[in-house]
């Protein structure tokens, strides 16, 4: 790439590429910067700059910057699929895929732009259309196994030409990732033509591919549960952050257990921005804290932060979130955010928390189906899942004595059920007046980036809960490990 570049290019390029190894990523971008004004035109400073931009989440530069290349030079992919990228994070999906557009009319389209167009309208709902795009991405490239995975959940009845095609990737796959995929995808396709035992067989073949792709030890993480309660053990919060314009609405959970109906609901009211799964929270406390101990992983710097860190944590926070702040309250959905709620009552006391549970097995097998991004690493065998299940219960047990009057409880069986009381109480709690429309959540045109996309675009439905009985067997183990949560759950909830 460097080759057609001038030598002070290249050594320019390659100093803001060390930088930015080392953390120094205002500098590298202040390097980039310059280097651009004097070379307009030199397309790796951008691309680098695009990537820079993307992952400190600078989407309005990273948007300027995008179409400015684009004004200079129109056939400069990496610039357009830049632009794509940042308006889909900004949740200006219909203007992504317009941009988008040019690029699938040239002469030679690639099939991960009809991928990435599919995406983009299964994200607003539109899964019809979405279903064509994925199935013309395919017609470009039958071997792009994502693509199996991303239609999956549009394909309403799988036929035998969906199944024969997609298991005849499977025999000639040779990669763990797009093996993964190709099963998780025929899991989907068997279970929604009712064949249960086809699709956990598929599920397990994929499951064990995925993991094998993972550096994963759940003892690190039972441990880490155990040292973040011993950690944060008393009910010490900061002063109000008197920058704070909108209240932010952290929603947190295992994954599965109803975060994303929770937001969709609440996103509904007039008064509430949906933020999705942000980063900012980790993003603010990396900004925040000293050098000394921005060394040490967490929970151990919380040892030693005093009140001041907390308060830069969280003015870093709302600096970042500041795009979400157009309506009173806006929602935090990361459901791991869950460990981090001593974090969160420090650094942002008038923050509300909304915990989401859902029946033991229902929340396992539902984790164990789906295929997640690298951070969901507990969810591909069975004992580990559950292990993590109890070792979650217990931090959250936790929470919920040292802060009793702070956490919002919700619990997935009773919304599906008693739907109105339940959103009304939750808005209560939170301080938000009744909305009808929060009962028309399947309504909301937002975009969904989760897996739970198509499931929050129709009205509530009570056929998920007890789903995990149509495997009974063999979810059994897991079970067995389990009983004792699973006997107060069922018993506090009279399921």
């Not at 005849?168 to 993964?180: S, V």
């Not at 109803?258 to 996103?267: A, C, K, P, R, Y």
């Not at 859902?358 to 069975?382: E, N, W």
């Not at 009304?424 to 739970?452: I, M």
């Amino acid at each position: 790439m460097l080759a057609s570049l001038s030598a002070e290019e290249s050594a320019t390029i390659a100093t803001a590429q060390l930088a930015w190894r080392r953390g120094q990523t205002d500098l590298a971008q202040q390097q980039l910067k310059t280097l651009l004004q004097q070379a307009p035109y030199c397309q790796p400073a951008y691309e680098m700059m695009f990537a820079l931009l993307g992952s400190a989440r600078q989407y309005p530069a990273l948007l300027t910057l995008a179409e400015h290349a684009n004004s200079l030079m129109p056939q400069f992919i990496a610039a357009t699929l830049a632009k794509v990228n940042c308006l889909r994070a900004l949740q200006q999906h219909e203007r992504a895929i317009a941009a988008l557009a040019p690029l699938l009319k040239t002469d030679a389209p690639k099939a991960d732009w009809f991928m990435l167009k599919g995406l983009l309208l299964k994200e607003i709902g539109q899964f019809s259309m979405a279903l064509v795009s994925f199935n013309q991405a395919l017609s470009f490239d039958e071997k792009l196994y994502e693509a199996y995975w991303l239609r999956a959940d549009t394909l309403n009845k799988p036929s035998k030409v969906d199944i024969n095609q997609m298991q005849q990737q499977l025999e000639h796959c040779t990669d763990d990732r797009g093996y993964a995929q190709l099963c998780y995808a025929l899991a989907r396709a068997f279970e929604k033509n009712q064949d249960f035992s086809e699709s956990f067989s598929f599920l397990t073949r994929g499951a064990n591919a995925k993991r094998r792709t993972l550096r994963f030890n759940i003892e690190t993480d039972v441990a880490e549960h155990q040292h973040i309660a011993r950690v944060f053990n008393k009910t010490i919060t900061s002063t109000a952050n008197s920058r704070q314009i909108s209240t932010p609405v952290f929603i947190c959970g295992l994954p599965r257990s109803g975060t994303t109906l929770v937001e969709q609901i609440l996103s509904s009211h007039p008064d509430v921005s949906a933020g999705d799964e942000l980063f900012e929270l980790a993003q603010a406390t990396a900004d925040s804290l000293p050098a000394q101990l921005n060394q040490i992983k967490f929970p151990l710097w919380a040892e030693h932060a005093d009140t001041a860190v907390y308060q830069t944590i969280g003015q870093r926070y709302l600096q970042l979130t500041e795009r979400l702040q157009k309506t009173p309250y806006f929602t935090d959905k990361m459901p791991l955010n869950y460990k981090a709620i001593g974090v969160i009552r420090q650094a942002l006391p008038q923050a509300k928390i909304v915990y989401c549970q859902r029946h033991p097995m229902d929340t396992v097998f539902s984790c164990y189906k789906q295929l997640f991004a690298d951070g969901i690493a507990f969810s591909y065998q069975l004992d580990e899942l559950a292990s993590y299940y109890r070792s979650h219960h217990n931090l959250m047990q936790h929470w919920l004595a040292l802060y009793p009057n702070d956490i919002i409880v919700v619990t997935y069986e009773q919304l599906v059920r008693h739907q109105e009381r339940e959103t009304r109480e939750l808005l209560c709690h939170l301080g938000l007046s009744w909305d009808p429309s929060c009962l028309q959540f399947h309504k909301n045109s937002r975009a969904v980036y989760t897996v739970s996309s198509t499931q929050v675009r129709q009205p509530l439905y009570s056929q998920s809960i007890g789903y995990w009985q149509h495997y009974a067997e063999q979810l059994q183990p897991a079970a067995t490990q389990l009983q004792d949560l699973i006997d107060i759950y069922e018993q506090s909830y009279a399921l």
